[in-house]
């Protein structure tokens, strides 16, 4: 199994950004997505999670300014990233997983497999 986090870069706040997540050798229909994020001397933060069936999830403080969706056919999770701020600097990792239950989506530990992250930089 590979996930290959792709997208990041360098923007001004109130910019945009669209990650991408390619997986392969897993039923990626069959699995949930996920994005979490990890800025330098933190622990590593849920950001967004899609479930096999579409069914959403976001953190508090990326609600309305976040978008994740997934793309069955070309086994690809994305992150669309609107209004960014210089808080969102961040590592960004995508992760998945098959047997997750709605109230575990957000937990870095329920999930198996996991991108190598792309860097996410937001200048005020």
């Known amino acids: 199994v590979q996930l290959q986090a792709s997208g990041g870069g360098l923007v001004q706040a109130g910019g945009s950004l669209r990650l991408s997540c390619a997986t392969s050798?897993?039923?990626?229909?069959?699995?949930?997505m996920a994005w979490f994020r990890q800025a330098p001397g933190k622990e590593r933060e849920f950001v967004a999670a899609i479930r096999y069936n579409s069914n959403t999830l976001y953190e508090d403080s990326v609600k309305g300014r976040f978008t994740i969706s997934r793309d069955n056919a070309k086994n690809t999770v994305f992150l669309q990233m609107n209004l960014l701020k210089p808080e969102d600097t961040a590592v960004y990792y995508c992760a998945g997983d098959r047997q997750i239950i709605l109230s575990s989506l957000k937990f870095p530990s329920q999930y198996d497999y996991w991108g190598q992250g792309t860097q996410v930089t937001v200048s005020s």
């Open positions: 050798g897993l039923t990626f229909s069959r699995y949930s």
